[in-house]
């Protein structure tokens, strides 16, 4: 299932796939490693091409809705392939803002890349404000889940305090990895797209949208060991003795973000990344700057020596898709979550979408 519109949008993948281009296509890939819909329920893709809205997209994730994470949208490229895009994606609690990320970027001509676009927790409170009442797709209210008129300007971004990243042609900062950077990719750059590359494994779904392969925190998580014997200046600690590099999984225990084992024993995984996650140096194991940050207040490292292989960026988190989701977690921790789903390369666009 997907949406196709004027010139830019090639399509959204939900629960299926795209047919391919025979322009140059831009695969944005949405995922997050915290638990959906328990933390982020609610996902908004914004595209604008200068003044002009191309793709306004507000819905909710399984299953409360039909979004799965990972998701997949296709930018087709233009006929001018220099023309620059302006992207903005938000994950929401309820009407709430957590997770925002400002892009400025341009479709590679004549090939289809892959940019990754990871709603982290380690990127919590990049966003603040809410979605007003009358853009809150529910099924009470009559606002309709999908193409939408919410105005994602509203929610202000952290690291874009004098609102830059809505002026046409300026240079503004976002939220990546923790820390605030620059908002402007080079497309140029990006990897080929790939669905294994996002969806793991053979790069399969399942009907329901969500990927046939991912990574089970709460098996791969039971039985972690508490990591005390942190060098925080440098953020490294030494590999655990007897462990296996293809086996070792580190991650982050909080209060009540990411899969619960228990109550106030929540689980974020963390990938093999420089930037993401943390890498093998030696005989230490040394995490990336924004994951240190996040350290304290209720927030610790664990490392799982067991039998499931490492994480990779490449594998997705597996995200609850049952009735049951949004209140799986034990009792002290408290509601969040997100999910979203598959793509393939894009498809020519068609009828206009319209948008705020």
Not at 89 to 99: E, N, P
């Amino acid at each position: 299932m997907g949406f196709a519109t004027s010139g830019l949008i090639g399509c959204l993948v939900l629960a299926g796939a795209c047919s391919a281009s025979s322009k140059g296509s831009l695969v944005l890939a949405i995922s997050t490693d915290m638990q959906t819909p328990k933390d982020i329920d609610v996902i908004s893709l914004f595209v604008s091409e200068g003044t002009a809205v191309k793709f306004d997209y507000l819905a909710h994730v399984l299953p409360e809705g039909n979004l799965a994470l990972p998701a997949t949208l296709a930018l087709v490229e233009p006929d001018d392939p220099s023309t620059s895009i302006q992207i903005r994606i938000i994950g929401f609690r309820q009407q709430t803002a957590r997770v925002l990320r400002d892009i400025q970027t341009s479709v590679p001509h004549q090939r289809t890349s892959l940019l990754r676009v990871p709603l982290d927790f380690i990127d919590d409170g990049s966003g603040s404000g809410t979605i007003p009442d009358k853009d809150f797709p529910t099924a009470t209210d009559g606002v309709a889940e999908g193409l939408s008129s919410f105005d994602p300007t509203v929610i202000a971004s952290t690291c874009d305090p004098m609102k830059l990243c809505q002026v046409p042609g300026a240079v503004c900062n976002t939220t990546v990895d923790g820390a605030c950077a620059s908002a402007i990719v080079d497309s140029a750059l990006l990897p080929a797209y790939a669905p294994q590359e996002v969806y793991g494994g053979d790069g399969g779904v399942l009907a329901s949208g969500a990927p046939e392969s991912c990574f089970d925190v709460e098996t791969c998580f039971a039985g972690a060991m508490p990591m005390t014997a942190i060098t925080l200046t440098a953020c490294f600690f030494p590999f655990p003795g007897g462990a296996s590099p293809d086996t070792l999984n580190v991650g982050l225990v909080t209060p009540s973000i990411g899969a619960c084992l228990g109550p106030g024993e929540c689980y974020v995984p963390l990938p093999v990344d420089p930037s993401e996650g943390w890498t093998l140096q030696g005989s230490t194991v040394q995490l990336a700057p924004g994951v240190c940050s996040q350290l304290g207040n209720g927030v610790t490292v664990v490392v799982s020596a067991g039998t499931c292989g490492t994480l990779t960026l490449s594998q997705p988190v597996c995200e609850p898709t049952g009735p049951d989701a949004a209140t799986s977690a034990p009792e002290a921790a408290s509601p969040e979550g997100g999910a979203l789903d598959d793509a393939e390369p894009p498809e020519e666009a068609g009828a206009d979408a319209g948008g705020g």
